[in-house]
């Protein structure tokens, strides 16, 4: 089996709402955020606990395949590279079509 389709946490919690999610073109696993009056990520919820966002150390706008008929083909996204107050990095998504976070990655 690929190991991009095996299960991840999702609202339906089984391995074909991660398929839908990578035909999508949703990359990453869906997380909880916090967010402050300015929409930007305060905390995240990560191994069972909520971790402070110590730091943005940047922000971007992905926008593609609006012009397609299929549906579901457009993809509205902001991104934020997050310093954690634990010491890691992460790369959160919000999907501005769709609604919630996904956790692109984490490191450090």
Request: glycine letters at 12%.
């Amino acid at each position: 089996m690929d190991p991009r389709l095996s299960p991840a946490p999702s609202a339906a919690g089984g391995p074909e709402s991660r398929a839908l999610a990578l035909a999508r073109g949703e990359p990453g696993r869906p997380v909880r955020v916090r967010t402050g009056p300015d929409g930007v990520p305060d905390a995240v919820w990560l191994r069972g606990g909520w971790v402070a966002v110590h730091a943005v150390a940047n922000c971007w706008r992905v926008e593609t395949g609006w012009w397609r008929s299929e549906p579901d083909a457009a993809v509205a996204r902001d991104v934020y590279r997050v310093g954690l107050a634990d010491g890691r990095c992460a790369d959160l998504a919000k999907d501005r079509l769709r609604g919630g976070w996904r956790c692109l990655r984490t490191w450090g």
